[in-house]
């Protein structure tokens, strides 16, 4: 008798994670934190954000804050403009169910930590 697979449930979720500072977390010196945008598949975004922060914090990072964006077809819906390179490390994460960090952004003292407003995902 063969097996068939099911369908996978997993999604992509575009996730925004601050990060504060922790002893050996790899960000420059002067550095006060960063902000994370991130790739992460999960059955729902709930579990994209745990993975994530999980995986965050194996990595010496000291996540403060994550805001979702919700998967590709939610922020279309949105009006989000999606290039291929995006969709590639989005479909990256999905292929290999994982957690894909697509850009980082340090902060210095005396600038604010990253707006969650949508024209930064336009």
Sequence with gaps: MEKTKKPSRQQVYTLLVQVGRKDGDGLPD?????????????VDEAEAVRETVAILKQADLAPLDVTGYGTTAEREAQGHEIDQAERDLMQRALDENSV????????????ESIATDDNLMN
């Design 30 to 42: 002067k550095a006060t934190g960063a902000a994370l945008m991130v790739y992460a598949s999960g």
């Design 100 to 111: 894909v960090v697509a850009q980082m952004t340090e902060f210095f003292k005396g600038e």
